[in-house]
């Protein structure tokens, strides 16, 4: 099947700060990416979605702001999280498709902890 | 608003036992269902994806069925194994997007 990376694998930040996570599609152009977060002992849960070259589309009750997502290119989606807190520590997840196939290949994941 | 429930929410069994795992989703309009694995503080492992239109998928002791027209999913494990120790979890798909359910945590006992 396809690749997505996604880079980093985990990360450590301080509370206030600002983190990056990177999806890319290696072998495919990725129309749509998705991304999720699973915070402890929960399943994962759709954050948004974003259309290349579109503004992303947020699920209820997250922050836009907060959570800056960016798809400037069928082969890069990026996912910020600005102004992390605690609260914010979980495992994101993106997931791209590419034109009209309907499968979505999974990135490996990212663990944020902040502290 | 299609939502997947999985049961059971954990399972310990000794090892070498057969199980299965079960995922059921309200929407049966799905493109796919995908099974995965995930161990403690890991990412996401793919073990099977079968196509809405497809009955089944096998994958050395893997066996995945689906049917839509019940919203049902089972993945059976055959001769489990202590590295078989992990939380399993099934994902609906549709276009694209994916309905996680909570996911099985299985405990193989040597």
């Known amino acids: 099947g396809a690749v997505v990376s996604q880079h980093p694998s985990w990360v450590i930040c301080k509370s206030g700060t600002s983190v990056k996570i990177e999806c890319r599609s290696l072998?495919?152009?990725?129309?749509?990416m998705f991304w999720y977060r699973q915070f402890p002992k929960q399943s994962l849960m759709l954050m948004a979605t974003?259309?290349?070259?579109?503004?992303?589309?947020?699920e209820q009750g997250v922050e836009k702001d907060k959570f800056l997502i960016n798809h400037a290119s069928l082969t890069l989606s990026t996912l910020t999280v600005t102004s992390a807190h605690p609260e914010d520590s979980s495992f994101y997840i993106c997931?791209?498709?590419?034109?009209?196939?309907?499968?979505?290949?999974f990135g490996q994941g990212t663990r944020l902890t902040v502290v | 608003k299609q939502e997947v429930t999985q049961i059971p929410a954990a399972l310990s069994v000794p090892e070498g036992e057969n199980l299965v795992l079960n995922c059921s989703f309200t929407d049966s309009a799905i493109y796919n269902l995908q099974w995965f694995r995930q161990d403690p503080g890991k990412g996401l492992t793919s073990l099977l994806l079968i196509q809405s239109s497809q009955r089944e998928q096998t994958s050395g002791r893997l066996n995945a069925s689906l049917d839509k027209s019940s919203g049902r999913s089972t993945l059976y494990i055959a001769a489990s194994q202590p590295g078989d120790s992990a939380t399993y979890l099934c994902?609906?798909?549709?276009?694209?997007?994916?309905?996680f359910g909570d996911g099985t945590t299985l405990t193989v006992k040597p």
């Open positions: 994902a609906v798909g549709g276009a694209g997007k994916s309905t």
């Open positions: 974003s259309n290349e070259g579109s503004k992303a589309t947020y």
């Open positions: 072998d495919f152009q990725a129309t749509t």
């Open positions: 997931s791209g498709v590419g034109g009209l196939n309907t499968e979505a290949f």
